[in-house]
């Protein structure tokens, strides 16, 4: 069953990781959510940093993956963290690995929230949905 929980119009999302099904599914679910959310995907730490200084609006919301080669997550976010003009752009690190000292850095760096991948299709749904409502609701 579709849900449709708002108009997410003006919501610009950047997704990056290097896993092709990943990205793919990360995909699917938004299209689900909304058609209308702004999708950049990007396949690693580098094309993040490379391109954030020329995307056209900031994004709402990047969701990185933690390990991808080159630049992982904790470099991009330190990165973006490094930064005051991507002060307002709420990070969410993804992993199937959420160990103690993970979930540390991540807050340390500043991050949004530290996520464990879903391993459904409707608890990746789920997810995105309820980053999105946070991100909305402040």
Do not use: W
Not at 16 to 34: A, G, H, M, S, Y
């Amino acid at each position: 069953m579709s849900q449709h929980f708002k108009n997410y119009t003006n919501v610009k999302i950047v997704y990056v990781d290097d896993d092709v099904d990943d990205r793919f599914l990360f995909t699917e679910v938004l299209r689900e959510i909304d058609p209308d959310i702004a999708l950049h995907t990007l396949t690693n730490g580098q094309e993040l940093i490379n391109e954030l200084d020329n995307i056209a609006e900031q994004p709402t919301l990047i969701f990185l993956d933690v390990n991808m080669p080159g630049y992982n997550g904790f470099e991009c976010l330190s990165y973006i963290r490094g930064k005051r003009i991507y002060d307002d752009i709420n990070v969410y690190l993804l992993s199937t690995s959420a160990t103690e000292k993970n979930v540390e850095t991540a807050q340390n760096l500043g991050a949004n929230g530290y996520l464990n991948k879903p391993t459904s299709y409707g608890d990746l749904k789920t997810l995105i949905c309820n980053c999105i409502e946070s991100v909305l609701s402040t």
